[in-house]
Nanobody
Framework: QVQLVESGGGLVQAGGSLRLSCIVS????????MGWFRQAPGKEREFVAA????????GYADSVKGRFTISRDDVQNTLYLQMNSLKPEDTAVYYC???????????????????WGQGTQVTVSS
């Protein structure tokens, strides 16, 4: 059974930092793009960051560019999202996702990700 389990969320003041982790079990996604998405209350889920299978390419939403960093450790089967300079508008449930297919590129599209975690809550207070 494939599982993606996020952790590292919590309550932080504006300007603070958090590091999200997503541990994968049940199969390896070492050849697959992976990504982070988020969903704020009353809003649709949106793309945050993505990374290619070998980490050579990364992409970010404009709203987080320069503040968030995505990385992966395929030995540890873990995806990370380092979030710095957090803002109240970053408050959301954060989901990790894996495409499940081999690709040299990453995707910013939800429908290209077939495996999802349950999410971890990030709350940024002003």
């Amino acid at each position: 059974q494939v599982q993606l389990v996020e952790s590292g969320g919590g309550l932080v003041q504006a300007g603070g930092s958090l590091r999200l982790s997503c541990i994968v079990s049940g199969r390896t996604f070492s050849l697959s793009p992976m990504g982070w998405f988020r969903q704020a209350p009353g809003k649709e889920r949106e793309f945050v960051a993505a990374i290619s299978w070998n980490g050579a390419m990364t992409g970010y939403a404009d709203s987080v560019k320069g503040r968030f960093t995505i990385s992966r450790d395929d030995v540890q089967n873990t995806l990370y999202l380092q979030m710095n300079s957090l803002k109240p508008e970053d408050t959301a449930v954060y989901y990790c996702a894996a495409s499940g297919f081999a690709s040299d590129y990453y995707s910013t599209k939800e429908y290209e990700y077939n495996y999802w975690g349950q999410g971890t809550q990030v709350t940024v207070s002003s």
